[in-house]
Nanobody, 126 residues
Framework: QVQLVESGGGSVQAGGSLRLSCAASGYTYSDYCMGWFRQAPGKEREGVATIDSDGTSTYADSVKGRFTISRDNAKNTLSLQMTSLKPEDTAMYYC????????????????????WGQGTQVTVSS
């Protein structure tokens, strides 16, 4: 069965960096669009970044220039490098696999993603 397991979350001061990872198994990882989402307490889940099988990426405006999504198709891993972190980046971060093969508009509609990890907490203090 499809499994997605996130790691790398933690607590950091504003301006700091963190790198999240997601290990995927149970399917042909290289075939599918992958995404990172986040959810803060009391807020809706929002898309952060997506990456297609060929490495084409899309970012939410709130993280452009600060976050970088990448994938290693040989190792079945997804990463999110986060820099210049802000308190408003505090949230539970989830990796997800899109139901379809390709990333497409709307890139960040959560219902388009069929499989989700359990999440990893990121806390940014001011």
């Amino acid at each position: 069965q499809v499994q997605l397991v996130e790691s790398g979350g933690g607590s950091v001061q504003a301006g700091g960096s963190l790198r999240l990872s997601c290990a995927a198994s149970g399917y042909t990882y290289s075939d599918y669009c992958m995404g990172w989402f986040r959810q803060a307490p009391g807020k809706e889940r929002e898309g952060v970044a997506t990456i297609d099988s060929d490495g084409t990426s899309t970012y939410a405006d709130s993280v452009k220039g600060r976050f970088t999504i990448s994938r290693d198709n040989a190792k079945n891993t997804l990463s999110l490098q986060m820099t210049s972190l802000k308190p408003e980046d505090t949230a539970m971060y989830y990796c997800a696999r899109r139901a379809g093969w390709r990333c497409r508009v709307p890139f960040f509609r959560a219902s388009e993603y069929m499989y989700w990890g359990q999440g990893t907490q990121v806390t940014v203090s001011s």
